[in-house]
């Protein structure tokens, strides 16, 4: 499923999600991350790991067979000792093949969506593009969201993999003036009229995401739907993007500013300790911002925290001070290290930070890229400077 941003991939594949729940299929799904690109096996670990989880450990090695010593330090279930060796790449694909088979004949049928495809880290969709060969064969539907103009270029068997190999491409388009009309119609009753829902088509350009978020804050407001209030809606429809955002996000206060930053600067699956401890935040503070940014529909959830939409978290990170961005990267990498999180996570704010001259530094990019190797991902250890020294 392809299309420029905004144009309801997320809300399609939260849909497909939710159905083939209710229809008793188990549901893997993950989402690529513009930050978290660089973390080997990052989506692989979002599919992967809810399900492994509420295993034993026993029924965890029966489900990986002989690969578990191979492809379990990619999924993240064991660190591979020191001194071991160094697992080819093409045998934690393997690895992988093998575990999802047998997830497919033992809690068949099962729906893998990633949304956001094309900010997917390469040892992932590597790994997607040679195992969809074998899908056919499987109780198993893969559905990808991606936007086309954004895949990596070294991304060459994924591109393979979306325009041939038994794939059913569906590309989204906007919406025309008659279904945005549907839309605030919807939302805000039969009386708003047709000038009023042409100007909101006019307004988003027929995005779906940016239609809904006119048409929430017409709600917000109380405006009339009606030709009279019409002119109305540029000045509202420009808040929910680049700068118009990010001034309604600095009119929330300051300790919200903080959080949302710190949250950008985080990637997905936000812890909320986590993104209050990069943001120098208290917790009854971090609570309050948090709520206010919920209220504002820029971040959802509880226990783990996301931008209501990819859109926004990018224009959030972008609206940071640069010398800020660069602070909060080594703070988020000084608070993930202390949260125990794998080594890598950590590596990839280490090297947004400013360079230092600081051994540690040294020594953790170093580490970074040995745990690399022992996940099978040998090209990200030349991608950390100074990490090939022993």
């Known amino acids: 499923m392809s299309g420029a941003a905004g144009l309801g991939k997320t809300t399609l594949l939260t849909e497909i999600r939710a159905i083939a729940a209710a229809r008793g299929c188990t549901v893997l799904s993950a989402r690529g991350s513009e930050q978290e690109h660089t973390v080997p096996f990052h989506v692989v670990r979002q599919l992967l790991q809810p399900v492994l989880a509420v295993c034993t450990e026993a029924e965890r090695r029966e489900i990986f067979g002989g690969w578990y010593e191979i492809a379990g330090p990619a999924v993240g279930l064991l660190a591979q000792q020191a001194g071991t060796a160094v697992p080819d790449p093409q045998g934690v694909r393997d690895g992988l093949d093998w575990v999802l088979t047998q997830l497919a004949v033992t809690k068949a049928p099962i729906v893998m969506v990633v949304d956001d495809a094309h900010w997917?880290?390469?040892?992932?969709?590597?790994?997607?593009?040679?195992?969809?060969?074998?899908?056919?064969?499987?109780?198993?539907?893969?559905?990808?969201?991606?936007?086309?103009d954004e895949l990596p270029a070294d991304a060459v068997a994924f591109r393979e993999l979306i325009v041939g190999r038994g794939s059913h491409p569906i590309t989204l388009r906007a919406l025309n003036p008659e279904s945005v009309a549907k839309l605030a119609r919807g939302a805000l009753g039969p009386e708003a009229d047709d000038p009023f829902c042409r100007e909101c088509w006019a307004v988003t350009g027929g995005n779906p995401y940016e239609t809904v978020e006119l048409v929430a804050k017409v709600q917000d407001r109380g405006l009339t739907p009606s030709e009279e209030s019409a002119h109305l809606l540029r000045d509202l429809?420009?808040?929910?993007?680049?700068?118009?955002?990010?001034?309604?996000?600095?009119?929330?206060?300051?300790?919200?500013?903080?959080?949302?930053?710190?949250?950008?600067?985080?990637?997905?699956?936000?812890?909320?300790?986590?993104?209050?401890?990069?943001?120098?935040?208290?917790?009854?503070?971090?609570?309050?911002?948090?709520?206010?940014?919920?209220?504002?529909?820029?971040?959802?959830?509880?226990?783990?925290?996301?931008?209501?939409?990819?859109?926004?978290?990018?224009?959030?990170?972008?609206?940071?001070?640069?010398?800020?961005?660069?602070?909060?990267?080594?703070?988020?990498?000084?608070?993930?290290?202390?949260?125990?999180?794998?080594?890598?996570?950590?590596?990839?704010?280490?090297?947004?930070?400013?360079?230092?001259?600081d051994p540690e530094t040294v020594q953790q990019l170093r580490a970074a890229a040995r745990e690399n190797l022992r996940q099978g991902a040998p090209g990200r250890r030349s991608s950390l400077p100074g990490a090939c020294a022993p």
């Open 120 to 148: 997917g880290d390469l040892e992932t969709l590597a790994w997607l593009a040679a195992f969809a060969v074998r899908v056919q064969e499987l109780p198993l539907l893969i559905v990808l969201g991606y936007r086309p």
């Open 237 to 357: 429809g420009a808040s929910s993007r680049g700068t118009g955002l990010v001034k309604r996000l600095e009119r929330l206060g300051n300790p919200a500013v903080r959080l949302a930053w710190s949250a950008a600067v985080l990637g997905t699956e936000i812890s909320p300790e986590l993104a209050a401890s990069v943001a120098g935040l208290p917790p009854a503070e971090a609570q309050d911002a948090t709520d206010r940014l919920r209220v504002a529909r820029i971040l959802t959830g509880t226990r783990t925290l996301e931008f209501v939409h990819p859109l926004i978290a990018t224009a959030v990170y972008r609206a940071i001070p640069s010398a800020m961005r660069t602070a909060m990267h080594g703070q988020a990498a000084g608070a993930v290290v202390d949260a125990g999180l794998n080594i890598t996570v950590a590596a990839r704010h280490l090297l947004e930070a400013h360079p230092s001259n």
